[in-house]
């Protein structure tokens, strides 16, 4: 399998821009993923999956190590999608126990048929309702939309949500 390293482009859009001190690690199993589900095809489906990492330095650091990609069970079509939670759990617990339970939910991941997405009302409400029902667990999680040319990252923190600039975001290079 080759080694795709994409280029992370982030925009603000209307909403804040994240601007405490702040890096998100996006490592190269997660671009991949992330690559091979662009839909740059017009018969291509949303995908979407689960983003497992951990976090580190009280919080201020978020490294996005794996991303749980379509299972069986998700529904896909052209502009929308439906996760299947159970399948992707399933992966998620497995992550959770071989890293002694430092890998957890970061997020979500799904793509938009757009060369540089934005989250539409229904993916900010979800967004919004996966921050209230694991915010106890952590106070930060990421979302990113893969776009046709561009991948972008959003962030919940204490129920706001802000773009992740590109400063903010790291990313693991073949050596």
Partial sequence: MSRYIGKIVMFVTNKAEYKKKFSLVVSKSVQEVFHNYRQ?????????????GNHKINGNIIYLKFATIPQTNDLRRKHSFKLDSSSHQSILDKHFLISKYEDVYIGTWHTHPEDNPKPSKIDIIDWKKQYKANHQLFDKMIFAIIGIRNTNFWIIENNNLSTLIKRSIKYEKDN
């Fill in 40 to 52: 740059t095809e017009l018969n291509h489906l949303e995908a979407c999956g689960v983003l497992i």
